[in-house]
C-alpha cells in the first residue's frame, strides 16, 4: 500500500512529486535534476531524508541516520531549504522557490504550494497543519498547532498564529481573514 505523507521504498523519492507543474525528469536528467533544478531537488532530498528516517526508526540507527543527515545537509546546501526527516509531507507538493523551514511535526497534505521563505515552526510544542491545496505564498510563518484549512491562501509575509478556515484569503502580521478564495486567486 502506497503511503500519502512518506515514500515507502528509495525508487519513490525521485518520483514521489511528480505533477504537471512538477515534472520529474526524464531518464538520466534525474541525476542532474537533483542537483540543478531546484523544484525536483528540494523535493527529492526532502523524500530521502524522509525515506531514511522511516529507516532509522525500523532497523540500523547508525546508518540510517547518517543517510538521513547527509540527505537533509544537501538540500540545506544545494536549496537553502532545512527540515527534519519526520515531516509528513503530502504527495506532489510543489516547492516554486528555495529558503524553506520545516519545523519538527509539520504535517503537509498532497497539493501544496510552497513558495520561498515560508516558515512552518513550532510554537508552545505544536507544529502547523497544512490543507491540501493550499497556497503557502512568499516569507510567510506558520506558527504552532495552527490548521491552514482545504485550498486556502495565506498572503506573502502574513504570520499565521490562528487557524484559517478552508477556502480563505489572509494577510498581515497577525494574519486575519481578507475574504473568501474566489477561482481567479488560485492562478498565480
Not at 505533477?19 to 523524500?47: A, C, D, H, Q
Not at 540500523?60 to 537533509?72: F, K, N, T, V
Request: proline content about 6%.
Amino acid at each position: 500500500m502506497e503511503s500519502l505523507y512518506r515514500p515507502t521504498s528509495l525508487r519513490q523519492c525521485f518520483n514521489f512529486d511528480d505533477s504537471e507543474l512538477n515534472p520529474t525528469p526524464k531518464s538520466w536528467k534525474k541525476i542532474f535534476g537533483v542537483f540543478l533544478y531546484t523544484r525536483y531537488s528540494m523535493s527529492v532530498w526532502l523524500r530521502l531524508a524522509q525515506y531514511f528516517w522511516g529507516k532509522k526508526q525500523l532497523r540500523a540507527p547508525s546508518i540510517y541516520g547518517l543517510l538521513e543527515l547527509i540527505s537533509r545537509r544537501m538540500n540545506v546546501v544545494l536549496n537553502n531549504f532545512d527540515h527534519p526527516g519526520d515531516v509528513q509531507a503530502g504527495q506532489k507538493i510543489i516547492f516554486h522557490h528555495p529558503s524553506v523551514i520545516f519545523a519538527a511535526g509539520v504535517k503537509i497534505e498532497p497539493e501544496v504550494h510552497v513558495f520561498g521563505g515560508v516558515t512552518l515552526g513550532r510554537k508552545g510544542g505544536g507544529s502547523p497543519h497544512i490543507g491540501r491545496g493550499a497556497r503557502l505564498c512568499g516569507h510567510c510563518i506558520v506558527l504552532g498547532q495552527i490548521r491552514v484549512g482545504t485550498r486556502a491562501i495565506v498572503a506573502p509575509g502574513a504570520v499565521v498564529l490562528a487557524n484559517v478556515e478552508n477556502e480563505t484569503v489572509v494577510a498581515g502580521v497577525p494574519a486575519k481573514v481578507l475574504r473568501k478564495a474566489r477561482p481567479e486567486d488560485y492562478d498565480f
